[in-house]
């Protein structure tokens, strides 16, 4: 790899290795206290470095494993020290261990300290100590002082060689921003007049978890490093120069046939989605289709869509199945797919919707993490590895196989009414039915595109050949009425007086007098009865004419409505019913006959490929011999990857164990298999950092990236300065001023997305913005979701659920789909670094112990966890009413889920209650912050969302996120 490719494999290198968000709690976390004189030494006491060795030999440590040698660490290297007077501690806005200054370093056997040099991971301070802050806590000093000094040192950073070097610059930075001595153990105080706070004389060293977590994004990394020529899909999402627009895609006759399968048959695609599958069926290698998706706006039947038109592709030309990978960054979006590939609701079609081989029972397979795989066997999930242990075992096991065979040649007998005993006639016939089912779609769709030119006003094609009939009768009676009218005409002439015929205005007023209201349209009261034969003449031509060509007309429709009946015939024949009832089965308008053909045709395509692909597997296709089993040689990779893609499609992992999924073994060597996954699916990708996912990229041939901008954005592992110095060390920046450059475009690592990357690289745009857009929004009521379209969406969504307040058939007719309970309330209390209001959570177990019971009759049907959520900006608060609930309602406290926003992410509730916190004298900091979280925590309530707290403390602009709140709820009280 050469050039600005390799510059910003390098930097998004950096920014991994750079991580310093570490996760670390001294009530949970191993530490090991040393003696600060040994950190400035860089040696430690060779046992206590011993110990520190055998604990990380019995961990997932995956840097151990391959290193053993040395250790990523974390030296906690400054401590606030917790002091108690009388028994209580004096400082309640502090742990009673609370880290503020973190070391980075490499700890070899035998106890010598070193800097990492190739990871360049530098000395932090905890973001939530350094000022500004949204709440006044224990500070260390402020964020511009710790950022400037590091866009001040990146030549420094580069320069240090030696373990004195990197003490003299953690040093030199603790000085800096703290403004204390180092090595004096306390800090100046916060405010005037107050004693300086004193730290802890020890210093604990943690194993860095963080490392482990991107072990595998950092070897792929490294290996791509060593490439040459990267693939054209990576290239595509690293380039700095934004895709080049194309027109988005019509959906017309040809993008219709190209859609090939549903995976549900309840409801047809929405016309958004639609135009991403089309979109979708367009992409060449090396191609990035990025999808805003908002909430209720249904991106997971989207990605089902795609799973299943790629699936039944690949079905129709024989080809091997297709290697879809899905993934994102968080286990909750994982398993999310996971559970949807397992939850495909069935219409009633036979046997043909259920798994025709034993031991699956999703279209999703789950590559957890070592430390995810003891949840994955709880929650029911099949879930394997690269090496196929657990699921893929189960199923290859021999026993397994034959039972497959069984069930395989039973179902597919008792589905098509044959007495098969060869699999591979089973899979000949599934294969032959899935090309009529083709077929069938496609002369549909040409006969829908052909009617057409016969109607017009979506009229019904039995009322199109009703109405030719009756005009073709009308035209020939008016033929036949012609020459008895004509001898009317030379009988007026007649009665006209021989004197009067001389005196053309008496004939012109006998005349006029004489026609008729159908005459008025080829006759001139001028004319003379000679002229008048002639035009009679011409209209007899005519009507002749008229005739024929709408005899012809009548004639194709009532062709094609033969065609049209016997097409419908042969489906139903293969008991495929397009028209439940049949009045509609002429309702022809081409675009709604293709919403029937997701629920009835493209259904039933999908669960034949289903099928075709089980007869495939259980045949033995790509089998691995018993010493192949659990090795991850290239061609061994290629059919267990193979074999597993024809009984699960979709292959579900986060994007830190995806490297090692696709790391081979060959010639004693161990690469990766680049541009093997033919389709990346990214979901919330809009929670994704780039430098995490960018490295995944070269595994696949195309990629499709699902998220929303407005949804709770990424941990993002650094700050702005750090990542403007990385980018300049690295040499994708010139200078410091051209950094902006790259957050123009995405590529960065503060403050960016996979989906803003994504953006980037896509070639379509949608309401101004790069990308494709979910419009059709459809969880909550319009009321609620209008919310959100105001306070981001720019009116972009379209409401589909209707007004609350108009629907009839609501579960809770009285009450408002937005309202408020107002709590009076001056200030809100702190604890720690966190806030809690008494009043509003006692008032809200109040409110629950009073209509619980209402709510969950009103709710016959629903899970009684789906019924009530509620969100408060707070932990302190979710403790605080959580306590409210055990004390008032005990049997409510494991039936309603309370959280702060992120706790909610990807869920819906039908009644959301929204606690404020905030007293009227503080404003409302949290709500007005940032506004994807108000745009998450009301998008989570399907019907009702109230708000508990002081009014007072929001805004009245509705510019803002509290105003537009304030305006919303304000005349609702409940």
């Given at each position: ?13 950096s ?10 709690d001294f009530?949970t ?7 600060p ?16 060795f055998?604990?990380?030999?019995k961990s ?5 494993k ?6 990523n660490?974390l030296?906690?290297m400054?401590?606030v020290?917790s002091v ?12 009673e261990?609370?880290g503020?200054?973190?070391i980075p370093?490499i ?14 991971k ?12 949204v ?9 511009d ?11 420094r ?8 070097d990197?003490?003299?610059?953690f040093?030199?930075?603790y000085?800096f921003?703290?403004?204390a ?12 007049g ?27 990394y490294?290996h ?18 934004p ?8 959906n017309?006759l040809?993008n ?15 016309p ?11 992409m ?9 998706g908002?909430p ?5 039947t ?18 091997k ?32 919707e ?13 590559f957890?993490s070592?430390?995810k ?8 999930y ?27 040649l ?8 044959t007495q ?5 006639d ?16 496609r002369a ?15 009229t ?7 109405t030719?009939e009756?005009?073709i009768?009308?035209l020939q009676?008016?033929l ?8 009317e ?19 012109q007023?006998?005349?006029?007098l004489?026609m008729n209201?159908?005459?008025l ?12 034969k002639?035009?009679?003449s ?28 016997n ?5 139903r ?8 009832n049949?009045?509609?089965k002429?309702e022809?308008?081409i675009?709604k006959v293709?919403?029937?053909?997701d ?11 289903v ?9 033995g ?9 659990g ?6 990779l ?46 919330e ?23 929303d ?15 403007k ?18 957050e ?8 960016s997305?996979v989906?803003r ?9 949608k ?8 419009s ?16 981001v ?13 108009e629907?009839?058939?609501r ?9 408020y309970?107002?709590i ?11 806030r ?12 629950l ?10 709710y ?16 302190a ?9 055990r ?6 406290r ?43 925590a ?29 305006a ?7």
């Open positions: 790899m050469k050039g600005l490719a390799q510059a910003i494999t390098r930097y998004f290198r920014v991994v290795a750079a991580n310093s968000h570490s996760s670390i009530k976390d191993t530490f090991y206290i040393l003696h004189a040994d950190i400035i030494s860089g040696q430690i006491d060779q046992d206590v470095s011993a110990r520190i055998l604990e990380a030999s997932d440590n995956e840097g151990y391959l290193q053993k040698s040395a250790l660490i030296i906690c400054k401590t020290k108690y007077e009388a028994y209580e501690r004096t400082q309640d806005e502090i742990e261990l609370t503020i200054y973190f370093a700890l070899y056997k035998g106890g010598k300290l070193a800097y990492n040099s190739g990871d360049k530098i000395p932090w301070f905890p973001r939530e100590f350094l000022q500004p802050m709440e006044a806590k224990l500070s260390v000093g402020h964020v002082v710790a950022d400037r000094f590091i866009s001040n040192h990146v030549d950073m580069q320069q240090i060689q030696t373990w004195g990197y003490v003299t610059f040093k030199t930075f000085e921003v703290t403004k001595k180092f090595d004096k153990n306390e800090l100046p105080s916060q405010e005037d107050d004693t300086p706070l004193e730290l802890e004389n020890n210093v604990y060293l943690f194993i860095d978890n963080t490392v482990n977590s991107t072990f595998h994004i950092m070897n792929l490294n791509l490093l060593k490439t040459d020529k990267p693939n054209s899909l990576y290239e595509q999402f690293i380039s700095r120069k895709a080049k627009l194309d027109v988005l895609i019509e017309n040809p219709m046939k190209l859609h090939s399968g549903q995976m549900g048959g309840e409801y047809p695609l929405s958004s989605q639609r135009e991403a599958v089309n979109h979708f069926n367009h060449e290698n090396g191609e990035i289709l990025a999808v805003n908002p209720g706006t249904g991106k997971t989207l990605l089902q869509s795609i799973v299943a038109d790629l699936y039944v592709q690949k079905a129709l030309k024989q080809e199945a297709p290697l879809i990978v899905a993934t994102s960054t968080n286990n909750q979006a994982v398993t999310n797919i996971i559970t949807s590939f397992g939850n495909i609701n069935k219409v009633g079609i036979s046997n043909l259920e798994r025709w081989i034993e031991g699956v029972n999703s279209f999703a397979t789950y957890p070592t430390q795989t003891s949840e994955a066997q709880q929650n029911g099949q879930f394997t590895n690269s090496t196929g242990e657990h699921f893929v075992t189960s199923i290859e096991a021999r026993e397994n196989l034959e039972k497959s065979k069984s069930k395989l039973h179902n597919c007998n008792l589905y098509f009414k098969f005993t060869e699999l591979s089973c899979q000949k016939k599934l294969h032959n039915e899935l090309l009529f089912m083709e077929a069938k779609k549909l769709l040409d006969l829908c595109n052909e009617a057409k030119q016969y109607t017009a006003n979506e019904r094609m039995d009322i199109c050949f009703q030719l009756e005009e009768g009308r009676d008016s036949q009425n012609i020459h008895p009218r004509l001898r005409w030379e009988l007026c002439y007649k009665n006209i007086p021989f004197f009067f015929r001389w005196c053309a205005r008496r004939v007023t006998e005349f006029r004489f209201e159908e005459e349209l080829f006759l001139k009261d001028t004319m003379k009865l000679k002229e008048i002639e035009a009679y011409l209209h007899f031509s005519y009507l002749q004419r008229k005739i024929v060509e709408l005899k012809k007309k009548r004639d194709r429709v009532k062709k094609w409505m033969e065609q049209y009946d097409e419908l015939e042969l489906l024949e293969h008991d495929v019913v397009l028209y439940d049949e009045e509609h002429y022809v308008d675009d293709n919403e029937q053909l629920k009835k045709i493209r259904y039933v395509e999908f669960w034949l490929a099928h075709y692909f089980e007869c495939r597997w259980v045949s296709e790509d089998a691995l011999k018993e010493k192949q089993v090795t991850t040689y290239k061609n061994v290629e059919k267990f990857y193979n074999r597993l893609a024809m009984v699960t499609p979709c292959l579900v992992m986060t994007f830190y164990v995806l490297p090692k999924h696709f790391l081979a073994f060959g010639d004693q060597l161990k690469f990766f298999l680049y541009d093997f996954i033919d389709l990346l699916i990214v979901d990708a809009g929670q994704v950092s780039p430098e995490i996912a960018a490295g995944a990229f070269s595994l696949a041939k195309k990629a499709i990236v699902v998220g901008v407005f949804q709770i954005e990424p941990v993002w592992s650094i700050n702005r300065a750090l990542d110095a990385l980018a300049l060390s690295n040499g994708v920046i010139k200078k410091l001023e051209q950094y902006e450059e790259l123009s475009i995405g590529i960065h690592g503060f403050g997305s989906m990357v994504a953006a980037k690289s896509c070639k379509y745009q309401y101004d913005n790069r990308g494709l857009f979910l059709e929004h459809r969880r909550c009521y319009d009321e609620i979701i209008g919310y959100c379209n105001k306070l969406y720019k009116g972009n969504l379209k409401p589909m659920r209707g007004r609350g307040k629907h009839g058939k579960a809770i007719q009285q009450w408002p789909q937005l309202g309970r107002q009076d309330s001056d200030a809100s209390y702190k604890k720690g670094t966190s809690y209001n008494r009043r509003e959570a006692i008032q809200i177990a109040q409110w112990e009073d209509h619980f019971e209402y709510i969950l009759n009103s016959p049907e629903q899970t009684e966890k789906n019924l009530i959520g509620i969100i408060t900006p707070f932990k608060q979710v403790g605080c009413i959580q306590a409210e609930i004390k008032r309602t005990p049997h409510l494991s039936r309603i889920t309370v959280g702060t926003v992120h706790t909610f992410q990807g869920g819906e509730r039908n009644i959301i209650l929204l606690s404020t916190v905030y007293g009227k004298q503080e404003g409302c900091f949290f709500i007005d912050a940032n506004k994807s979280l108000m745009n998450v009301v998008s989570r309530a399907k019907d009702h969302f109230f708000v508990f707290g002081e009014t007072q403390c929001l805004k009245d602009s509705i510019n803002s996120a509290s105003g537009l709140l304030k919303s709820i304000i005349e609702n009280p409940i």
